[in-house]
């Protein structure tokens, strides 16, 4: 039976993309969390010293009191951890008692390409960043896709987007990241007109685009740059970027 602390550790990773050891006094083989895990074969550097690192040292550090170290997951292409980076925790980190997802995770700026992206659609389709070059490209970030993180005033303005996006005769290919397995996925399709293809358990890409926001969107233009940045206002105030 694994000891409580641990427990709670794994818990908490399930929970967060950003790891941080909280156990002292355990050997832990590997770190489980939903959709991943990091082990003697995971791939973990050093920030400060760019070294690669083997797992047995990354716990040492992560349990060497005061635990200043924490572990932040990179994020690939598609969504997926890539390799993990140890670093100190920033003084403001130590006294908040968690790390800063911000700190590790910038969101990209306006008018620079956007990081690549393979999106795999409950819809079954492989959406590729390099294959939608030429149209606009609306990505949503989202919790799960049901009330209270997803209302229907949402859907009818995304909706509404896409219907502006035909009557100026532009291209507009809307995905929404989320929480949600490919069952629930497919369950709100089915029940509401979401206004974008969902893309089952995909919250990685929070991470790869810093949107920690729910919901919040991202707007990348026809040569794949960002044209803008939606997380307090409607996704509608976007439309003024909907050119032919």
Not at 55 to 69: A, G, H, K, T
Request: include cysteine; charged fraction near 25%.
């Amino acid at each position: 039976m694994l000891p409580r602390l641990l427990l709670l550790l794994i818990c908490l990773v399930a929970l967060c993309p950003v790891l941080s050891a909280q156990t002292t006094g355990y050997r832990m083989e590997k770190i489980v969390s939903r959709k991943m895990t990091i082990d003697e074969n995971s791939i973990i550097y050093d920030k400060e010293t760019g070294r690669k690192l083997p797992f047995d040292e990354m716990v040492s550090l992560l349990n060497q009191p005061p635990r200043i170290y924490t572990l932040v997951t990179e994020i690939d292409e598609t969504g997926k951890p890539a390799f993990y980076v140890l670093r100190k925790r920033t003084k403001e980190e130590l006294e908040a008692g968690h790390p800063f997802l911000a700190n590790d995770h910038k969101k990209p700026e306006i008018g620079q390409p956007v990081l690549p992206f393979v999106m795999q659609g409950a819809d079954g389709k492989t959406y590729r960043s390099d294959k939608l070059k030429g149209k606009y490209v609306l990505l949503s970030f989202w919790n799960k896709l049901e009330n209270p993180y997803l209302g229907v005033n949402q859907t009818e303005e995304i909706n509404a987007l896409l219907d502006k996006a035909k009557e100026k005769k532009v291209k507009l290919v809307s995905l929404g990241t989320s929480l949600a397995t490919q069952e629930e996925c497919l369950k709100a399709m089915k029940e509401m007109n979401l206004g974008f293809v969902p893309i089952p358990e995909s919250t990685g890409f929070k991470n790869r685009y810093g949107m920690f926001r729910t919901p919040s969107y991202l707007l990348i233009g026809p040569e794949g740059t960002l044209l803008a940045i939606v997380e307090r206002e409607s996704v509608l105030v976007l439309e003024e970027y909907l050119k032919k």
